[in-house]
């Protein structure tokens, strides 16, 4: 199991900048696709960005393309989310999570693909 740790999430106004981070430690980090989730009140978790165990591939959900941005840095083992033009609708908890197999050749939105998920960190962005 990897074990992971968000942080960096806070209060921002709309049309602010945040910078996500997310620091795993346990099984070899640099072997496994690394997703970012959201979920606001009162909805589902969805989906935001994933990032391969190489970083050469990235997926993004349609409603944060453009604005957000993933990367990893395996050497320190952490993940990253930048998000510039924050929306009140980017208003959210924000986890990442590990896909549950290592090399893994297809980049995945779906939560059930993922077996190793942080604590969260909350997100709200001010009208």
């Known amino acids: 199991q990897v074990q992971l740790a968000e942080s960096g999430g806070g209060l921002v106004q709309t049309g602010g900048s945040l910078r996500l981070s997310c620091a795993a430690s346990g099984r070899t980090f640099s072997s496994y696709d690394m997703g970012w989730f959201r979920q606001a009140p009162g909805k589902e978790r969805e989906f935001v960005s994933v990032?391969?165990?190489?970083?050469?591939?990235?997926l993004y959900a349609d409603s944060v393309k453009g604005r957000f941005t993933i990367s990893r840095d395996n050497a320190n083992r952490t993940v990253y989310l930048q998000m510039n033009s924050l929306k009140p609708e980017d208003t959210a908890v924000y986890y990442c999570?590990?896909?549950?197999?290592?090399?893994?050749?297809?980049?995945?939105?779906?939560?059930?693909?993922?077996?190793?998920w942080g604590q969260g960190t909350q997100v709200t962005v001010s009208s």
């Open positions: 999570a590990a896909h549950t197999m290592a090399w893994n050749a297809i980049l995945r939105a779906n939560a059930a693909f993922y077996a190793s």
């Open positions: 990032i391969s165990w190489s970083g050469d591939s990235t």
